[in-house]
């Protein structure tokens, strides 16, 4: 089928679920919703996904040009990434997270959630690839249904892991924030020790 590309759909849709993780995804979510109201919980995964949504169709498609006029190369973006990811990762762990007031609530789907959470520098890389990578209005269409879909998926695991808190109750949650925190903070350095080894790559 000329117009939809099946196979670009597919490779996009597969690196984006790959880098975004929505299984991960889920630890985090609970940690940064725990002790707030079943709705704030619900509003909050369609919040995360829709501002995730927004900042990859930003830059997949005015990435690269963005970059450019600002000088900003990819391996600072994932240095500069891997950096507020620590910041988050280190709050999970002193337990400075938790505290459920009503900014935070609007604040968490923002930051950390849809933004270096979901829409992380991997994931905007990613989007940026994919897009330069396309030709032709079918290869378009495979590419932003990929990015529609992958966002899809992301909702609902965050939408349907609330069932989750039922069973661990919040004692098990604030034991799921230490170890997310955890992981989170390795995440971090990764994705700093990775842009650094780019810093290196790109000397002549």
Request: aromatic share 8%.
């Amino acid at each position: 089928m000329n117009w939809f590309d099946v196979t670009l759909f597919g490779s996009s849709f597969v690196t984006l679920f790959v880098i975004m993780d929505p299984p991960g995804i889920i630890p985090l979510y609970l940690s940064f919703t725990g002790g707030r109201p079943q709705a704030v919980r619900k509003r909050m995964a369609w919040q995360a996904a829709t501002v995730a949504f927004c900042v990859i169709s930003l830059f997949g498609l005015f990435g690269q040009k963005i970059l450019d006029y600002l000088h900003v190369s990819i391996p600072a973006l994932k240095v500069s990434g891997g950096l507020l990811l620590l910041l988050v990762a280190l709050s999970l762990l002193t337990g400075k997270a938790e505290e459920p007031t009503e900014n935070k609530d609007v604040n968490v789907a923002l930051v950390p959630l849809g933004t270096p959470l979901l829409a992380g520098p991997g994931a905007i890389v990613a989007a940026i690839v994919s897009v330069q990578k396309a030709h032709g209005a079918g290869q378009y269409l495979g590419v932003w249904t990929a990015i529609v879909a992958i966002h899809v998926v992301l909702w609902l695991t965050m939408r349907f892991s609330l069932g989750i808190i039922k069973i661990i109750k919040e004692s098990g949650v604030v034991l799921v924030t230490r170890l997310s925190g955890l992981l989170l903070s390795a995440i971090a350095v990764q994705l700093c020790a990775d842009g650094v080894r780019g810093f290196i790559e790109a000397k002549p």
